[in-house]
């Protein structure tokens, strides 16, 4: 009776593929010989230390990852006061997990890199539509900006038309995350004049 040992190894085949045997095909084995087979237990890879990686090195990483089946993995870019532009802020799955083809259940992970402080621009002159978006698509990051909208008469600009910004608290520079902007809409009716 010929003895069969089966290891199982992580490789790139997928999992339950042949990956190596001791004896060739087609050869012939003497009675009492062992073969031993190798199978695939698919891709294992361990979890980076993303705070050594840049982000655009960190979206590789990611992207890595995420090809592999069961696994799901964030690049979350935000706002941050005191991480500059493009750095690591924190992942939330420790460094040096073993993720495989394995797992019981899926993995998922998310990882942070800072965009800086967020930057104002000036919205004089434009409509008071144009706020919702914008600061809805900044705090998409975790801004957390607000503002407050005040109706005056703005006889400080000329040929203004209802509904225009002809004020702006903050504009053209970077403030911190949790700011609060107000503005003044021109509404010709308003008592109040600016």
């Known amino acids: 009776m010929v003895k069969l040992v089966i290891n199982y190894v992580y490789s ?32 294992s890879v361990v979890v980076p230390d993303f705070k050594l990686l840049n982000m655009n090195d960190a979206l590789s990483e990611v992207s890595m990852l995420d090809a592999l089946e069961n696994v799901s993995v964030d690049l979350i870019k935000m706002y941050n006061n005191t991480n500059v ?3 690591y802020i924190w992942q939330d799955q420790n460094a040096g997990i073993k993720i495989d083809a394995s797992l019981a259940k899926p993995f998922e992970m998310r990882v942070y890199y800072s965009l ?7 919205q004089v002159g434009s409509l008071e539509s ?8 900044l705090n998409l990051n975790s801004a957390e900006l607000s ?43 308003a008592s109040i004049t600016y």
């Open 12 to 43: 790139n085949l997928a999992i339950d593929s042949i990956v190596a045997q001791s004896v060739p095909a087609k050869t012939m084995v003497a009675r009492n010989d062992s073969i031993t087979i190798s199978v695939s237990k698919g891709v």
């Open 116 to 122: 800086g402080k967020p930057f104002i621009d000036s």
């Open 147 to 189: 503002y407050s909208v005040a109706y005056k008469n703005c006889t400080s600009i000329s040929d203004s038309i209802k509904g225009q910004i002809c004020y702006q608290s903050r504009y053209n520079e970077y403030v911190n995350t949790g700011s609060a902007v107000e503005f003044i809409v021109h509404d010709p009716s």
């Open 85 to 87: 532009y493009g750095s």
């Open 130 to 137: 144009v706020l919702t978006s914008y600061f809805y698509n």
